[in-house]
């Protein structure tokens, strides 16, 4: 998956370092993905009434 560089706030870097102290997380780009997954997974809930599980889907022949 390729990298997404975006230009950050000082208000939500503030925001990202808060989430990232809470959860225990060594980067905030872990405190952005972690975000962006928790929001994925209340949407697919709502939407779906269930609580369903995020794996990264690697294609067949290709290796992490």
């Not at 390729?2 to 990202?16: F, K, R, S």
């Not at 928790?38 to 992490?64: D, N, Q, Y």
């Amino acid at each position: 998956m390729p990298d997404i560089e975006i230009q950050l706030t000082e208000q939500i870097e503030a925001v990202l370092e808060e989430v990232r102290q809470q959860q225990g997380l060594a980067t905030i780009e872990q405190a952005a993905e972690w975000l962006a997954k928790a929001r994925i997974r209340r949407t697919a809930e709502r939407m779906t009434g269930k609580r369903r599980a995020f794996k990264l889907v690697v294609p067949p022949g290709k290796s992490l």
